[in-house]
């Protein structure tokens, strides 16, 4: 007590200064976590997700997936490259609000998009194709993303392949990102796994989307449906933006996984040029 006591008497005007600095820093802080309300046009989707990717129109395969599903049913939506800033309330980069009502998870995302538009792209399918199409969604998602993460911002890096600058990421955040990822998979479990492992495990699941497809135009049949928009979503990252590393080697393995995602480009992205940034040679248009 009597030290607490001399330090008040002996540091009092260090003691005020440091008390205002950290009210400052809290008021600061929480400010820039509150939402800035934008007013856009009414019964639009509003797709927030990062701003445009090198190769491909995001750096994040659920921002691809959840941009296709908009594409491929048509509803009326705008995108607001905002969410670096602004993210979900599940701390997550895509995310969507439709008057003013907000979503998180590009699932439940389409989810909801299927009940407010009334929209089942899944009809004409049988349910066991459909359960088929729901693990698929779930492989790609919940463990193919991970192996993914880990190749590009903890594997590559270490065997010289530069992915963070070529998708114009800094060096501090690429660091950042890598220690996330580590930590984030590790709780998933992919991340206890050595690197050899993990590569097996990608290849696994390849191996099994490339079988599933076999000689189909899309996952389920002739016709595309929701699990498309996550297979291509995850596989536009390494069929375009995976910089020659790990993945990209063990991806060309599967000529028909290559042609498929040339085949989803071509027809929900004919405009993909203008929704990627060539490299960061020029602004994406759209
Ligand atoms: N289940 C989520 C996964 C989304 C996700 O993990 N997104 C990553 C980017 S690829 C993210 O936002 N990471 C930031 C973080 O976890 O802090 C979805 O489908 O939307």
């Given at each position: ?48 997700q990062i701003g445009r990717g090198p190769?491909a129109p995001s750096k994040?395969?659920?921002a ?15 995108n607001?490259h ?192 203008d929704c990627i940034t ?5 602004k994406a248009s759209k």
């Amino acid at each position: 007590m009597e030290v607490v006591k001399n330090l008040l008497k002996t540091q009092y005007k260090e003691i005020c200064i440091a008390g205002i600095l950290g009210i400052v820093l809290v008021l600061v802080f929480k400010w820039r976590k509150k939402r800035v309300k934008k007013n856009y046009p009414p019964n639009t989707i509003i797709h927030h997700q990062i701003g445009r990717g090198p190769y491909a129109p995001s750096k994040t395969p659920f921002a691809v997936k959840l941009e296709t599903y908009l594409r491929m049913t048509k509803v009326p939506f705008l995108n607001e490259h905002d969410s670096l800033a602004n993210r979900s309330s599940k701390g997550k980069l895509t995310w969507i609000e439709y008057n003013g009502q907000e979503v998180a998870d590009s699932e439940f995302c389409i989810q909801f998009i299927n009940k407010t538009f009334c929209i089942d792209l899944d009809k004409s399918f049988s349910d066991e194709e459909i359960t088929a199409g729901r693990a698929i969604q779930r492989m790609v998602d919940e463990h193919l993303y991970w192996t993914i993460a880990l190749v590009r911002w903890v594997f590559d890096p270490k065997h010289g392949i530069d992915v963070g600058r070529q998708l114009g990421v800094s060096r501090f955040k690429s660091l950042r990102l890598k220690n996330l990822v580590k930590k984030l998979s590790y709780a998933q479990g992919v991340g206890r796994h050595t690197e050899e492992e993990v590569l097996h495990v990608m290849d696994e699941d390849l191996q099994a989307l490339s079988k599933f497809l076999g000689k189909k135009k899309f996952m389920l049949g002739e016709q595309a449906s929701q699990t498309d928009c996550a297979v291509f979503g995850m596989l536009s990252q390494i069929h375009w933006q995976a910089c020659g590393g790990a993945s990209e080697k063990l991806y060309k393995k599967y000529p028909n996984l290559i042609a498929y995602c040339e085949e989803m480009k071509a027809e929900f992205w004919p405009d993909w040029d203008d929704c990627i940034t060539h490299g960061w040679t020029r602004k994406a248009s759209k």
